[in-house]
């Protein structure tokens, strides 16, 4: 089984930053991408931003230019950095791992998330 692990949320001001980390553990042999997406009451699991094995990024237009998606691959782990942080950026940020099962095959792996909670 595979496991991820999501930390580093919190409460912050407007303008301010936040760096979330997702770890993914278990039974990995590679993973194809991860990814953090964000969802608040109301409104659907929205993608923020990806990135692939090999480095290649995706960001919602919302985000662009303020946050940055990273990755240790020797860890299976990413890291999110948040700056400039608005108000409409509070959610639960979810983790999700992409695996690679088999060829052709990968299975995808959430983790339990976390709050971001930025005050006007």
């Known amino acids: 089984q595979v496991q991820v692990v999501e930390s580093g949320g919190g409460l912050v001001q407007a303008g301010g930053s936040l760096r979330l980390s997702c770890a993914a553990s278990g039974s990995i042999s590679s993973i194809d991408s991860m990814g953090w997406y964000r969802q608040d009451p109301g409104n659907q699991r929205e993608l923020v931003a990806s990135?692939?094995?090999?480095?290649?990024?995706n960001y919602a237009d919302s985000v662009k230019g303020r946050f940055t998606i990273s990755t240790d691959n020797t860890k299976n782990t990413v890291y999110l950095q948040m700056n400039s942080l608005k108000p409409e950026d509070t959610a639960v940020y979810y983790c999700?791992?992409?695996?690679?099962?088999?060829?052709?095959?990968?299975?995808?792996?959430w983790g339990q998330g976390t709050q971001v909670t930025v005050s006007s």
């Open positions: 999700k791992a992409i695996v690679v099962r088999g060829p052709g095959y990968t299975y995808q792996f």
């Open positions: 990135i692939t094995s090999g480095g290649s990024t």
